[in-house]
C-alpha cells in the first residue's frame, strides 16, 4: 500500500569485485549476475553499468511488471527496490521516504523469489509465519494470518508439511503464502513462475491476478515472458542492455512500441519487419514497399506530421495478425502452414528473411508449401522505424 | 511525498562487513593460537635455548647453528635427521604401498557392476574401522599381543611352528613390519573409499561404451578408470604422503619413543617430541619443524596442482 | 555352441566372485582379528592369559573392569572425563565456527575474499607440528600447561572442517534463502542460527563425529601439555602403559583398559557407520 518512486536509479558493479552467486537454483540469476559475458552493457571505469537513468513512478496498489530478455537490468532494478542490492545512484522512495540505505528488513516489503526459497527445515506454516515471529507479533495473531493467507492460495491442509512434500505448484503458493501474511508495502516478485511447467504457470497467472484484486498492495513484477507482463500488469516497463526502453499500459505498448526492440519483443508471434520507405505526397505519409503504397492513417499522419518527420528509408512493422493476402502487394514464399485452430499460422520467407502470418482460416485459400502469394496491410497498423536509431518516428 | 531531497550516499546496505564480522573468530584464534607459535618456531630456530638439568640456557642468537647442527653427524656416527627422515619415509612406503595396491583392487571391486558385491556397507564399514581407532591403543595393543609373552608368541609356540618365542620387538624387520601392518590397517579402508567415490565420479557410460567397443577390462582399467581417475589418486597419494610425514603415534608407543632397535623406527616427529620432552631444545626443535614444514610445503604444492588441473 | 559360451562366461563369473569375497572376508577378518583377541583378553584373568592362547570369551571380565576402573596409577576414569570433555567441546566449538566462517566467505561479498578463502585452503596442508614448539613455548611461559581448554579453543580455527562446510554450504543453500529471510526481516546473526544452521545439521554432525574421534585419539600435543594425573587424557595413559614396568602387570586389567579407551568411538561408529563412511568422501576428494 505504497506508492514507490524510483529517480534515476543507476547500478554499477565494479570489476574488481565478480560476483560469485552459485546456487542450485538460481541458473537465471547466475546469467543476470553476470550480465556483462552475455550483453551489450556500458563498461565505464567504475565497473559494468547494470541499470541506469531508471525513472519510475510507480503508484499506490499498482501492478507494474519489468520485462526484458535475460541481462537486461530487471531483477538488478528489482533487487534494488528490496534492498538486496545496493543503489550506486539515484534516489528510491517508498511511501514517501527515502530508502536507499535502509536495510530490506525495515523497508516493510515481502518478496517472492524465482527459486521460492522456502526454508527446507521448518513446515508451511512456520515458513510463512517466520517473518512475523521475528517481529515478535503474538502468537494468536500471526496463527490466524498464516490461515488467512492459507486459505486465500488454497494451502490450509499442507500446513504442517515441510516444503520437500510439495510440488511445484504448491511451493510456489507457499512463496506467495509467506510474502503476503505480513501484509507488505510493497510485494516483488522475481521470476515466480519460471520454475513452473507451461499448464501450471497459466494457473497461477490467472491466480496471481485474482490475488491482486484481493490485498491491496503495490506489485512490482519481474519476467522475461512479454506474455505475463501483458496479462498481469498495469503498466509495464519494458528492459534493455540496462535502460528502460518503454513504459506504458500493455495496449499502449502493445499498439504503440516505441522502438524497434519492443515491437520485436512485445507480442508473438513477432512482429515483421520489412525495409521500406516513408513517401511524403502533398502533404501525406505513405509507406511504400515494393509496388504497394500504402497510405498512414490519420492519426499517425498527425503524429508523423507534428514531428516533421521528413522521407527516408524506414523500418516498417506490421504484426503477423495485420497482414492480409492480396492481389498484388509484398511478395513472399510460404514455407510452411500451421493450422491453430480458429486461424492458421504462415511461415513465409520474404526478401530472404522469416516471417510470420496469421491469417483466418476461412478466408484461407489453399495454401501450400513453395507457394508464392501477395501480402498487403492497412494504414494503421504499419509501424514506422528510424533505420538510424531504430526508434518509433511517431514518437 | 519526497521527504528528503539531498542527495544521500549509499553505504549502508553493503554486507561486506557482515563478512568480516563473520570471519573473524577463526583469524583471531589462528593468528594467537596457531600462527603465532608458527612464527615463534621459526625465531626458535635460529637462538641456543635448551634446558639443561635446572638450568635454562639461552636463548642466545645462533644464527643458522641449529640447521648446521642438525645436518651433522651425530655420536652414532650417521646424521640424525636424513636418518630419520629416511625412516619416516621408508616406514610410510612399506605400509601406503600395499595400502594404495589393495584400495585400488577394492575399489574396483566395489563399483564393478559385474561383480556386483552384496554387502558392500558392510565391508566399507569393517575395513574403514581400524581408522578411527586411537593410534597410541592400537599400537600398545600390538606391543602386547605381539610381546615375548603375548598371545601371539604363546600361539606359534604351542601350534609347533617355533620353539622360543620370537622378540617381535627387539628386530629391525619384524618392528619396522608391525608398524606398516598398522599403518596399512589403518589407512587402506579409507583410500577405498576414496578411490571409490573418484572412480563412481566417472560417467558411467565412458566404461560402457568402452565395453561395447570391445575392450577388456583390463584395458578398460588402463585406458578409462585411470587416466580419468589420475588427479583423484594423486590428491589421495599425496596427502597419505603429507600424513606419512607426520607419522609419530604409532611408532611412539610400540617402540616407547626410543625407535627400537638402534632407532631404525625413529621418525621424524619422534625426534621433535625428544626436543620437546625434558630437554625443551627450542632452537633444535625449531630447526627440525621448518624442515618439517618446507617437506610438506613442497608436497601441498602438488595437491594444489592437481586440485587446480581437476577444477579445469 | 552359442549356450557353452555363456557358460563359460558364467563360471568365470562365478570364480572372480569367489575370489573377490575370498579377498573381502581375509581384509574383514584381519581388521577384526586383533580388536577381537583385545576383547578376549579382556574377559581373562592375569593367569589365565599366562597360561596360554584363547579365542573364546572367560570369565574374568567384570573382575577386570573393577580393577581397571579403580586402578591406583592409571585413572582411567578421570582420563575418559578429561578426554570427553576435550573431544565434545573441541566438536562443538570447531563445527559452530568453521560453518561460520565458511558462511562468512560463501555469502557476503567482501575485499579480499578470495585471498581469505584461498589462505584457509593453503594453511590447512601445515603440519599441526609446526606450531607445536611456539606452542609449548608460550605454554609453559604462561604456566598454561596441564589447562584442557588451551587444548580446545586453537579448534575453533580448522581448516579442514571450514573447508567441508564450505562446500557443504555451496552445494545446499542458495543466496536467495539468505535474502528471502533478509527480507522476513531476519537479521544477519539469526539467519546463520535459525535458516543457515539447520540446513547444514548433517555436515555438522558429519564433522561433529570426525572432530570428536581425532581429539579423543589426539596423543602428540596433549602428552606435552598434561603431566598432572587428574589432567591426563586416555592416550597419555594408554602410552604410561607402555612406558611403565610390563612385568609387574595384570594384563587382564590393560587390555580392559584398551577397551575401554576405544570404546566410546566404537560404540559411536556402530550407531553411525553409514554417514561417517558417507562423510569420508564428500569433503575431502573434490577440490
Given amino acids: ?395 | 511525498m519526497a521527504k528528503q531531497n539531498t542527495a544521500v550516499k549509499n553505504k549502508s546496505i553493503s554486507y561486506a562487513r557482515w563478512g568480516y564480522i563473520f570471519i573473524i573468530p577463526f583469524f583471531i584464534v589462528y593468528a594467537i593460537f596457531t600462527l603465532y607459535p608458527q612464527i615463534l618456531t621459526v625465531y626458535n630456530s635460529f637462538f641456543e635455548y635448551y634446558r639443561d638439568g635446572l638450568t635454562v640456557v639461552g636463548p642466545r642468537f645462533v644464527g643458522l647453528q641449529n640447521y648446521k647442527t642438525l645436518f651433522e653427524p651425530g655420536a652414532a656416527g650417521y646424521v640424525p635427521i636424513f636418518k630419520y627422515l629416511g625412516n619416516t619415509v621408508w616406514l610410510w612406503l612399506l605400509g601406503a604401498v600395499p595400502q594404495f595396491l589393495i584400495a585400488m583392487m577394492l575399489a574396483l571391486f566395489f563399483t564393478s557392476t559385474r561383480l556386483n558385491i552384496k554387502g558392500q556397507q558392510f565391508f566399507k564399514s569393517v575395513i574403514y574401522m581400524p581408522n578411527l581407532i586411537m593410534a597410541s591403543c592400537f599400537a600398545m595393543l600390538f606391543f602386547s599381543l605381539f610381546s615375548q609373552v603375548g598371545p601371539v608368541n604363546q600361539f606359534l609356540v604351542s601350534s609347533g611352528a617355533i620353539s622360543t618365542p620370537i622378540n617381535f620387538l627387539g628386530m629391525q624387520v619384524t618392528v619396522q613390519t608391525l608398524i606398516a601392518l598398522m599403518n596399512f590397517l589403518m589407512w587402506f579402508g579409507n583410500t577405498t573409499i576414496l578411490l571409490m567415490a573418484g572412480i563412481q565420479g566417472i560417467d558411467e557410460s565412458m566404461f560402457e561404451s568402452a565395453r561395447l567397443d570391445g575392450s577388456t577390462s583390463t584395458q578398460v582399467f588402463f585406458n578409462i578408470t585411470m587416466p580419468l581417475l589420475m588427479p583423484i589418486f594423486i590428491y589421495v597419494f599425496i596427502t597419505s604422503m603429507i600424513g606419512g610425514i607426520q607419522m609419530f603415534d604409532v611408532p611412539q608407543v610400540l617402540t616407547n619413543g626410543k625407535g627400537i632397535p638402534n632407532n631404525t623406527s625413529t621418525t621424524l616427529i619422534m625426534y621433535l617430541n625428544q626436543f620437546l620432552g625434558i630437554s625443551k631444545n627450542y632452537g633444535m626443535a625449531g630447526a627440525v619443524s621448518v624442515l618439517l614444514f618446507i617437506v610438506t610445503a613442497i608436497l601441498s604444492i602438488f595437491v594444489f596442482r592437481t586440485i587446480r588441473a581437476d577444477n579445469k | ?287
Fill in chain 1, 1 to 395: 500500500m505504497a506508492e514507490v518512486i524510483l529517480k534515476n536509479i543507476k547500478k554499477v558493479y565494479p570489476n574488481s569485485e565478480p560476483k560469485e552467486k552459485k546456487g542450485l537454483f538460481g541458473k537465471k540469476k547466475t546469467e543476470e549476475e553476470k550480465p556483462h559475458r552475455t550483453h551489450h552493457l556500458q563498461i565505464t571505469d567504475e565497473g559494468v553499468v547494470a541499470v541506469q537513468e531508471f525513472s519510475l513512478d510507480i503508484k499506490d496498489k499498482e501492478f507494474i511488471v519489468l520485462v526484458g530478455p535475460s541481462g537486461c537490468g530487471k531483477s538488478t532494478t528489482l533487487r534494488m527496490v528490496a534492498g538486496l542490492e545496493e543503489i550506486s545512484g539515484g534516489e528510491l522512495y517508498i511511501d514517501g521516504n527515502l530508502v536507499n540505505s535502509v536495510e530490506p528488513k525495515d523497508r516493510d516489503i515481502a518478496m517472492v523469489f524465482q527459486s521460492y526459497a522456502l526454508y527446507p527445515h521448518m513446515t508451511v506454516y512456520d515458513n510463512m509465519a517466520y517473518s512475523l515471529k521475528i517481529k515478535n507479533v503474538p502468537k494468536d495473531q500471526i496463527d490466524k494470518k498464516v490461515r488467512e493467507a492459507a486459505e486465500i492460495l488454497d494451502i490450509s491442509q499442507y500446513l504442517n508439511r515441510k516444503p520437500k512434500a510439495l510440488s511445484g505448484g504448491q511451493r510456489q503458493r507457499v512463496a506467495i503464502g509467506r510474502a503476503i501474511v505480513r501484509d507488505p508495502k510493497v510485494l516483488l516478485m522475481d521470476e515466480p513462475l519460471s520454475n513452473l511447467d507451461a499448464k501450471l504457470r497459466n494457473q497461477m497467472r490467472a491466480e496471481i491476478i485474482k490475488l491482486r484484486n484481493r490485498i491491496n498492495t503495490t506489485f512490482i513484477y519481474v519476467t522475461h515472458d512479454q506474455t505475463e507482463a501483458m496479462t498481469l500488469g498495469d503498466r509495464i516497463v519494458v528492459m534493455k542492455d540496462g535502460f528502460i526502453q518503454q513504459i506504458g499500459t500493455p495496449q499502449e505498448v502493445f499498439d504503440h512500441p516505441s522502438n524497434l526492440f519492443v515491437a520485436g519483443f512485445i507480442g508473438t508471434p513477432q512482429m515483421n519487419f520489412f525495409d521500406a520507405r516513408l513517401a511524403l505526397k502533398n502533404g501525406e505519409y505513405y509507406v511504400e514497399i515494393d509496388d504497394i503504397s500504402v497510405k498512414l492513417s490519420e492519426e499517425k499522419q498527425k503524429r508523423l506530421r507534428e514531428k516533421g518527420v521528413k522521407e527516408q528509408e524506414v523500418t516498417l512493422g506490421v504484426r503477423p495478425e495485420h497482414m492480409n493476402i492480396s492481389d498484388k502487394g509484398i511478395e513472399g514464399r510460404i514455407d510452411v502452414t500451421e493450422l491453430m485452430g480458429s486461424s492458421c499460422h504462415l511461415h513465409m520467407t520474404i526478401k530472404d528473411k522469416d516471417a510470420i502470418v496469421i491469417v483466418p482460416r476461412e478466408g484461407n485459400i489453399e495454401n501450400h508449401m513453395g507457394q508464392k502469394i501477395h501480402l498487403d496491410f492497412s494504414g494503421n497498423v504499419a509501424h514506422i522505424f528510424s533505420k538510424e536509431d531504430n526508434h518509433n518516428l511517431e514518437y
Fill in chain 3, 1 to 287: 555352441m552359442k549356450s557353452n559360451a555363456n557358460k563359460t562366461a558364467e563360471i568365470k563369473l562365478l570364480i572372480s566372485r569367489i575370489v573377490v569375497y575370498a579377498i573381502l572376508i581375509f581384509l574383514s577378518f584381519l581388521c577384526l582379528f586383533f580388536f577381537y583377541l583385545m576383547l578376549i583378553n579382556s574377559t581373562r584373568s592375569n593367569a589365565q592369559l599366562q597360561s596360554g592362547f584363547t579365542l573364546i570369551p572367560q570369565n574374568n571380565l567384570f573382575k577386570n573392569l573393577y580393577n581397571a576402573w579403580h586402578d591406583g596409577d592409571i585413572n582411567i576414569p578421570v582420563g575418559m572425563k578429561n578426554s570427553f570433555i576435550v573431544a565434545m567441546c573441541s566438536a562443538l566449538l570447531t563445527t559452530y565456527f568453521s560453518a561460520m566462517t565458511a558462511y562468512g566467505t560463501y555469502v557476503y561479498n567482501f575485499k579480499g575474499k578470495r585471498f581469505v578463502h584461498l589462505f584457509i585452503l593453503a594453511i590447512m596442508m601445515i603440519p599441526s607440528q609446526v606450531s607445536a614448539v611456539g606452542f609449548i613455548q608460550l605454554a609453559f611461559k604462561y604456566n598454561l600447561t596441564n589447562k584442557l581448554w588451551l587444548l580446545i579453543i586453537p579448534s575453533i580455527a580448522a581448516p579442514a572442517t571450514y573447508f567441508y562446510m564450505r562446500q557443504y554450504l555451496q552445494a545446499t543453500l542458495p543466496i536467495d534463502m539468505v535474502e528471502a529471510a533478509r527480507i522476513d526481516g531476519s537479521s544477519e546473526f539469526k539467519i546463520f542460527n535459525q535458516i543457515v544452521l539447520p540446513i547444514m545439521k548433517p555436515a555438522i554432525a558429519v564433522q561433529m563425529i570426525f572432530s570428536f574421534v581425532a581429539s579423543w585419539n589426539n596423543y602428540f600435543m596433549p602428552a606435552l601439555l598434561l603431566n598432572k594425573p587428574d589432567k591426563k587424557t586416555v592416550p597419555i595413559m594408554i602410552a604410561t602403559l607402555r612406558s611403565a614396568d610390563y612385568s609387574k602387570f595384570d594384563m587382564g586389567k590393560v587390555y580392559m583398559l584398551m577397551v575401554m579407551a576405544i570404546l566410546p568411538v566404537m560404540i559411536i561408529y556402530i550407531i553411525l557407520s553409514k554417514s561417517i563412511i558417507k562423510g569420508v568422501t564428500s569433503g575431502s576428494v573434490k577440490g
